[in-house]
């Protein structure tokens, strides 16, 4: 420090004079601290295992790249917010990092991320056979958010960032991250394409692409790992290499069945609710802990093997309920009480105060093609579609549904809450009703949203029968609106929307988080068995009847243009852009 290198000086010259001494130690006194440097995460490749052992399959060669290499945030958590203005404009990223009550931002070089999957190209992979020979390179895209876990015991119990990197098309905003002292698995999941090796003894070097290394300040130290490939057999019995068939690009998920968690997987394509549990995955291998275990939508798909052991996660969840509010979860005023409906009914006069309340919003339709509906009616032509309604906040949509004993359809309640998280309000809002149909089966609440299909003059053709949804938090829309919840609870339909025989049932739309219902679900579509060519809009209107209290109403209507062409049995579509975003 200078005071003490001062002082040595001193009595190093043999200066003995006291008055001297006095007026010189009140100057070193009076000298300020070097300025503290800024606090910064970290960063480092790290490798769990010097050895990896993969299984190819003989009737379906090919093996993941998952070496178990892992990228660790020291000193502070690394932490960035991707986010787009309008579907007009690029997305634009921002590295944040948090010191205290101080927060310091730095933006991404333009074009470095485009799209919000994650950072692209952000690790290399070198094989090379036992003879030194290289036999395949290739970069693998990196989301922060992959499965994790801490790497020293004095980390933070529970990770506050979300637990995927958003497949939506229209999502807005999203929030990466590792925790302090936790280290994210590399492997990009799903979103990875399978390698042919044959059997047999291999060297993998994976290291941190250099824009990654420059912008970040990771050290150039590439990770070698030992690779096994052997070959197994998938006939006629259990083996391991086809953990990976999941659903490939383009069958994004839907709503899943109760207690499905639904794997990783691009975005368009999107399958919807599943009638019944979807069946464990035939071939099951450890799971790599680099694919999401839910929070992608709902499905029929075979779930990916769990990032976490459900019980850790579960407990992890138990945790971060229990610790308050924070950084990334929401403050009082916007968390739901409980994930239970009430215990009974709402009692004294309704009233809707004056607190916040939520903003429901609709995307764009996607997923779009045609179909010959659900039944496969001869003669017909449907329309199919998937649509999503968000909440950008800055309060929670909390529905409570009670069912008199006797009665086919619940009464169903909009809830209110203060700063401290107390019940101040409730308004009727409807009903809920049971929906028997295969791929639904649960309680829906009803006049959430309407699909119509209007002219070229934007005036209305055909009208979607479904008007009644479960809620459940599918996707993470925008992550970046003030109060959004980073790890919502209700991600699929084990956790909301019911049974048969339930009394009452509570579902909530978390702030920044939407509910996606796929193009294969009975009502996703239009019957334009009798519609003429020619263009028209698909229009997603979230609470058309204005029976929710909203912040804003103004803002519920979505529009994605679409083109009808063909001949009756033969019909076609063709989806335009939709100024940037260019996905059906």
């Known amino acids: ?39 910064s995460p970290k960063l480092s490749l790290i490798a769990a295992s010097a050895s990896v ?38 997305v634009v990223t921002q590295q944040i990092v948090r010191d205290g009550k101080t927060t310091r931002t730095k933006a991404l070089p333009k074009g470095l991320v485009k799209d919000f999957k994650g950072l692209p190209g952000f690790t290399r992979i070198t094989v090379t056979d ?15 958010n992959n499965a994790s876990g801490r790497v020293r015991p004095d980390a933070p119990a529970t990770s506050k960032y979300p637990e995927s990197c958003p497949v939506n098309p229209f999502t807005l905003g999203s929030v990466w991250g590792v925790e302090k002292g936790w280290a994210s698995n590399t492997f990009s999941g799903y ?19 250099k824009r990654y290394r420059d912008v970040f300040g990771i050290e150039d130290k ?45 975005p368009s394509g999107h399958a919807g ?79 809707v105060p004056d607190v916040p309340k939520p903003d429901l919003r609709s995307l764009p339709a996607y997923g779009i093609t045609i179909s010959d509906g659900p039944d496969e009616v001869a003669g017909k032509d449907y329309l199919a579609f998937s649509a999503n309604v968000w909440n950008a906040g800055p309060a929670q949509l909390v529905v409570d549904g009670f069912r008199s004993p006797g009665k086919e359809l619940m009464d169903a309640y909009q809830y209110f809450y203060d700063a401290k998280g107390k019940q101040v309000g409730y308004t009727p809002t409807g009903t809920m009703e049971w ?73 909530v739309l978390d702030v920044g988080s939407g509910d996606t219902y796929t193009q294969d679900l009975p009502g996703q579509s239009f019957d334009i068995t009798g519609v003429p060519n020619g263009t028209y809009y698909i229009q997603v209107l979230a609470n058309p009847e204005k029976r929710l209290k909203e912040t804003n109403l103004n803002n519920n209507s979505a529009l994605r243009k679409i083109v009808l062409g063909g001949k009756p049995g033969a019909r076609t579509v063709t989806v335009p852009p939709h100024d940037l975003v260019d996905a059906n």
């Not at 070959?231 to 290499?241: I, K, L, N, W, Y």
């Not at 992890?316 to 308050?324: C, F, P, R, Y």
């Open 53 to 90: 052992t993969l299984y190819s399959s003989k009737e379906q060669p090919g093996v993941y790249l998952d070496l178990g290499t892992y990228l660790t945030a020291e000193k502070a958590a690394f932490e960035l917010q991707v986010k787009r203005a309008s579907y007009k404009e690029q």
């Open 273 to 351: 609710h599943a009638a019944k549990r979807a069946p464990a995955a035939d071939l099951a291998a450890p799971t790599s802990g680099a694919g999401p275990s839910y929070n992608v939508g709902h499905g029929p798909y075979p779930p990916a093997p769990p990032a976490l052991p459900w019980a850790l996660k579960r407990a992890q969840l138990k945790a971060a309920q229990a610790a308050g509010d924070g950084a990334g979860r929401t403050d009082g005023s916007r968390k739901a009480p409980a994930l239970k409906a009430a215990p009974k009914r709402p009692t004294g006069k309704p009233a």
């Open 435 to 507: 929906d028997p149909r295969p791929g639904h089966e649960h309680w829906h609440f009803t006049d959430f949203a309407s699909y119509r299909l209007l002219k070229a003059d934007k005036k209305e053709a055909v009208r979607s029968g479904k008007e009644a949804f479960c809620l459940a938090n599918t996707d993470a829309v925008d992550y970046t609106v003030k109060n959004a919840n980073w790890r919502p609870y209700n991600t699929d339909l084990s956790t909301a929307c019911g049974v048969e025989n339930s009394i009452s049932v509570r579902e």
């Open 191 to 209: 979103d990875s394409e399978p390698v042919v090796l044959k059997p047999g003894t291999y060297t993998a070097k994976v290291s941190v692409d």
């Open 1 to 39: 420090m200078m005071t003490r290198l001062h002082r040595g000086t001193l009595w190093r010259s043999g200066i003995a004079v006291a008055a001297a001494t006095a007026v010189i130690a009140g100057v070193v006194a009076a000298a300020p601290e070097a300025p503290k440097a800024p606090l």
């Open 130 to 144: 036992a003879t030194g020979k290289t036999v395949l390179t290739r970069t693998e895209d990196f989301c922060p």
């Open 222 to 266: 590439p990770r070698a790992v030992k690779v096994t490939v052997k070959e197994v057999s998938t006939e006629g019995g259990r083996g391991v290499a086809a953990s990976k068939q999941a659903p490939k690009a383009g069958a994004h998920a839907g709503h899943a069945a109760p207690g499905a968690h639904a794997g990783h997987a691009a």
